[in-house]
């Protein structure tokens, strides 16, 4: 089942650049799809699950040894099938925050063009910015850095990394490689394009500079501890247009 979409007196054609950005998480799901019906057949299973499940495994598990053994991995190309594969995932989940969250909020607010814009993008940070949080929270408890701060240094350069581990900061690279392609898909404004392409292209460089040098720790913590400022500042923000919102709905009363 596609995601609604406004109802338009005249439907734009195919292929189009209106038809493109009115249709997109349907176009990527299916895009998506692809990959997973990839699954489905054994001559195709090896190159989908590529895209789709985690690579590089270092741990040789023998059969006598107990099912606790943690499972590790390292960074290689195959990366790159997931990061696209899951990139696509990022596109869809946006599209969904958007339609059924968003858009509801905001035609109540009555924000200007550029208010709504600004909205929009805290709305969608302060829903990233939370599932990081706890996710890289919970990673930290596990391999228990905070009893013992010594780990993030002691052993560099560190080469492995739970499935946890590698798949939070392949989902990081994955959320901000969608920001590029959403400018277009979200009309975004030529005057606004910069700054919002700034922050993710500096986020990419750290992230994919912390994942490929085995500065993973200590790129897991800063992050962190970055994303709870930047969760408050936006959560703020949307809290700051809410009451602008309900001003403006007092003065058409």
Known sequence: MGLKRKSSSKNPPILSHEFVIQNHADIVSCVAMVFVCGLMFQATAPYASMFMAMSHNLTSVEPSSPDSVPVLYTYGPKDLCMIFFYFLICIVIHAIVQEYFLDKVNRKMHLSKMKHSKCNESGHLVVFYLISIIWGGD??????????????????????MTFMFKFFFVAQLCYWL????????QKIKKEEIVNRLTYP????????????????????????????????????????????????CRERV
Do not use: D, K
């Open 178 to 185: 969608h920001c590029f392609p959403e400018v277009y898909f």
């Open 139 to 160: 990673v930290v408890f596990r391999e228990n850095y905070l009893l013992s701060i010594s780990q993030l240094w002691e052993g560099y350069p560190f080469h492995q």
């Open 201 to 248: 292209t500096l986020y990419l460089i750290f992230i994919a500079a912390a994942y490929v040098l085995n500065f993973a720790r200590v790129g897991l913590c800063l992050l962190l501890m970055n994303y709870v400022t930047e969760c408050v500042f936006h959560s703020a923000r949307l809290l700051y247009f809410a009451e602008i919102g309900r001003a403006s």
